[in-house]
Every structure is written in C-alpha cells, then in structure tokens.
C-alpha cells in the first residue's frame, strides 16, 4: 500500500504520485581560451516529488515535519524512501462538505531506501 508516514504515524494513504528526479550541483566555467568546461560535483540527490490528500491534522505533521528537519517515510510499490522535505509544500484546499482535504505537493531528499519486503 502506498502510504506516507512520519516515524510511525500514518500522514496519508491517498499518495497520488511520486516522481522521482535527480539532483547535482553543477557549475559552468569558461576557460581563458573561451572554451565551456562544465564541473560537476559530488553524487546526484535522489529526490521524490510528492503528490498526497491530506487532512487539516496531518497538514499540520507535515509543516512540523518540514520546519523540524524531521524524516519522512514514503512507502510506494513495495519499497521504501526516507528523507527530508526540501522545500516548503504546497497545499490546495478542497471542500468535502464542512471539512477540508488538501492536495499537498512536497519534495523529499531521499537519504535512505529500501525493500519494504527486507524489513
């Protein structure tokens, strides 16, 4: 089951997407001889761009998780990702009657993966 999680509290089971991209640093010289030399340092960053309903509480967990620097868990087809949100997620509110749901977008820095079937 896909799922995203904070220790071991559940924050959603509704993961809609996870896209997975790459991220180095890269920086750009040019030479005396006006020639282009690119240099590219250290290894990529394995980042996950999060797509999730969320309630209002478990909105609040990911702000917190996000201000805290503190691990999240995305569990996605049998394999687990563990790391810090990136950049401060985006939230969409939608209306369900009288309470709120959110479409959350978020990005994690995967420090840790692995075979959830492992564990």
């Known amino acids: 089951m896909n799922k995203l999680l904070i220790g071991t509290t ?3 089971d509704k993961v809609q997407e996870a896209i997975i991209s790459y991220n180095n640093l890269k920086v750009d010289n040019r030479l005396l001889d006006g020639t282009f030399h690119r240099q590219t340092i250290g290894e990529p960053l394995k980042e996950y761009n999060i797509k999730c309903y969320l309630t209002q509480s478990n909105k609040d967990l990911i702000d917190n ?3 805290n620097s503190t691990p999240i868990t995305l569990n996605w087809y049998g394999y687990y990702y563990t790391g810090i949100i990136e950049s401060y997620p985006a939230h969409t509110i939608f209306l369900k009657g009288n309470n709120k749901i959110y479409l959350s977008g978020l990005k994690i820095i995967a420090e840790e ?3 959830l079937w492992d564990l």
């Open 10 to 12: 559940e924050v959603s």
């Open 65 to 67: 998780a996000y201000n």
């Open 113 to 115: 993966e692995g075979s």
